[in-house]
């Protein structure tokens, strides 16, 4: 178990708001989801050791952007058993093979609900993915330019045909997926520091630079107010969240019904 200093205790936050203006927040706990390598450089110089704030620095990330298309209909065919409207097929997501793209999956709004499209009969709402790097050749693209080329890579592998889109938005997410590379190995010294920070709870994917799924960063996020409410400075259950061999979907009934 890590030794908590009490000198460590967080009092307050600093944030910007909308006219750019330093507001403070006074806490007695802090849950971070922000990534670790900004969390780090916000917390005062001496709080953990040069070492430990040079992993959280050199921390690994992928960016992600993603361009949503309005379109009149999908070129695909729906051959499941599903039964869906003849312009759309009953997929959320689908992971894009073919190497002479760069998209990396689809996602299809509609099928998330009907009631995030306006005209959900006749318009499908999709999103195409990309993986890159802030600052690369995708990154760097004005809107409009990344719109239409979104919109040529669809053609390309008979998604849409030309003419289809209706209207185009381009969403971009920086620090979307920590990368398990480069200063991550060296990762539970920073942990472990960061444990001495009493009341200090890192939490979801983010938070822990972890690959979490909704699920996990919801269970992270659980795990640290069954802390607070018990009083523990042991966090090793908030890191142990989707540590194990299976999958965590499951509910506990149906694990237990398994052995």
Not at 71 to 90: C, F, G, M
Not at 227 to 241: A, F, G, R
Request: with cysteine; aromatic share 10%.
């Amino acid at each position: 178990m890590n030794k908590i200093q009490d000198d460590k205790k967080l009092t307050h936050v600093l944030y910007k708001d909308k006219e750019e203006k330093i507001q403070e927040v006074k806490a007695d706990y802090i849950l971070s989801s922000m990534p670790v390598k900004d969390l780090v450089s916000a917390l005062p110089e001496d709080w953990v050791s040069k070492e430990a704030a040079q992993v959280a620095h050199d921390l690994p990330y992928r960016d992600f952007m993603t361009a949503g298309l309005l379109v009149d209909r999908l070129e695909l065919s729906n051959h499941t058993h599903h039964k869906t409207l003849n312009h759309i097929i009953p997929d959320c997501w689908i992971y894009i093979q073919e190497p002479e793209v760069k998209i990396g999956r689809l996602q299809v709004f509609n099928n998330w609900s009907p009631y995030l499209v306006k005209d959900p009969l006749h318009t499908v709402w999709i999103g195409l993915e990309y993986f890159c790097q802030e600052g690369d050749s995708l990154w760097s693209m004005d809107d409009s330019d990344f719109l239409a080329f979104a919109e040529k890579e669809l053609q390309k592998i008979h998604v849409i045909r030309p003419g289809a889109v209706k209207e185009g938005h381009v969403v971009r997410m920086q620090k979307a997926y920590p990368a398990y590379y480069g200063s991550y190995k060296e990762f539970p010294l920073l942990q472990k520091e960061l444990d001495t920070i009493p009341n200090l709870y890192c939490i979801g994917r983010n938070g822990q630079h972890r690959y979490n799924n909704m699920d996990h960063s919801m269970l992270t996020a659980i795990r640290a107010v069954e802390l607070i409410q018990n009083q523990s400075t042991d966090k090793s259950s908030l890191w142990n969240v989707n540590t194990e061999s299976d999958y965590q979907e499951i509910k506990e009934e149906d694990r237990n019904s398994e052995k």
